[in-house]
């Protein structure tokens, strides 16, 4: 019985969704414990590219579960969306098992122009998140079961007697870690919590329930909205690399601001989410740098310490297995692996399911 937790460790868009997509095939049920339509997973499959902002990636498959758990604030429209998408699939909609649960929050159109019109100090993706959070919280919000009174699903009893029973479950985290209402950078937050402790008060498990933790992140780090960014770079190298990694909002379609990694802020998450494994996604993005900078300390004044890491020159999409990275390229690894404690586990190499390389 395995019950993973994928969890972004900085400020999302770290590739959760591809990764998911990844792993989903060795689980029988995917949740989504958090957020809302605020996400876009981006999943590659072949040609196709897809774009989920509700259902989590176990729906590419058929036959499997797929659940949208307490926490998960509910846009009928989006959802909608999204099942039409899944429609176009093998199997469709009818060819797997998608749940609700009754107790979820839902957004509506007011939530949604509320935003519009309140949002843009904090840069908030304008999908009704906080709007809607803050009725959940005064307890006046409307929720799922209220809507589609035919809608009894309990997800927390479902996934508590199906992991007794063994099942494999796989909770798909949603934003990142300095995005948490509670821990990220307030005010320049979203309106839900994005650690690991979601998964139990949204979602309605025990923490013991939990194997694995995985924290997924890029060699540099990308940030939408407002908020505190202290290694922000700017200028031609940051250009490059939002254009060479499509750094543009899923959901916005907004131009992500660029920087590079900050090792004692990713040690943090890792620290307080209990990760257990690292995946390191996107790294082929940096392929063309003859050197490039990552963060490993603070100083007095708060400003980044910078280390330069030696770029690897050669394209490293084509690589299926460890032995055959560039040197270059595991020393980073091999480096990243000292400061964070931890071992990689995976490393994408592409945004296509199988360009991913197992450590
Ligand atoms: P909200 O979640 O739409 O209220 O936006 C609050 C902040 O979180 C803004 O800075 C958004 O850009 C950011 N945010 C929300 N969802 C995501 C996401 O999926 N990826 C990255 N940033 C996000
Ligand atoms: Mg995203």
Not at 241 to 255: F, K, Q, S, V
């Amino acid at each position: 019985m395995t019950v993973a937790v994928i969890l972004d460790l900085c400020y999302g868009d770290s590739g959760k969704g591809r990764v998911c997509h990844y792993l989903a095939k060795d689980f029988d049920i995917g949740c989504r414990f958090n957020g809302g339509a605020n996400s876009g997973h981006t999943i590659v499959i072949g040609d196709n590219k897809y774009v989920t902002h509700l259902l989590p990636a176990t729906v590419f498959y058929p036959g499997k579960v797929s659940i949208l758990t307490p926490g998960v604030l509910v846009d009928p429209i989006v959802l909608k969306e999204d099942l039409k998408l899944v429609d176009t699939l093998k199997g469709g909609v009818a060819g797997r098992i998608i749940r609700v649960d009754s107790r979820c929050p839902v957004v509506s159109d007011k939530h949604v122009a509320t935003d519009e019109k309140t949002g843009g100090k904090i840069g908030t993706t304008k999908r009704g998140i906080g709007p809607c959070m803050s009725d959940q919280v005064n307890r006046t919000g409307p929720r799922w079961g209220e809507l589609y009174p035919a809608t009894t699903f309990d997800a927390a009893e479902y996934l508590y007697n199906h992991i007794r029973r063994g099942r494999n479950v796989i909770f798909e985290g949603a934003q990142g870690h300095y995005l948490d209402l509670w821990h990220g950078t307030y005010p320049y937050v979203t309106s839900s919590t994005t650690t690991v402790g979601a998964v139990c008060t949204n979602a309605g498990i025990p923490p013991k329930m939990i194997t694995d933790v995985y924290g997924i992140l890029k060699p540099y780090t990308t940030r939408v909205g407002e908020g505190p960014f202290l290694t922000e770079e700017f200028g031609p190298v940051a250009d490059f690399i939002r254009e060479e990694g499509g750094e543009y909002g899923a959901t916005t379609g907004r131009p992500r601001r660029i920087g590079w990694l900050n090792l004692p802020e990713v040690r943090r998450a890792i620290e307080m989410n209990g990760v257990n494994w690292v995946v390191i996604t996107k790294s082929d993005v940096l392929d063309k740098l003859s050197s490039f900078p990552v963060c490993v300390d603070i100083g007095l004044k708060g400003e980044p310490i910078y280390r330069e890491i030696q770029g690897w020159e050669t394209p490293i999409t084509e690589v299926t297995k460890s032995r055959d990275f560039p040197p270059k390229f595991k020393e980073f690894i091999a480096f990243l692996e000292r400061s964070l404690h931890l071992p990689i586990t995976l490393i994408s190499v592409g945004p296509e399911c199988d360009q991913m390389v197992k450590m």
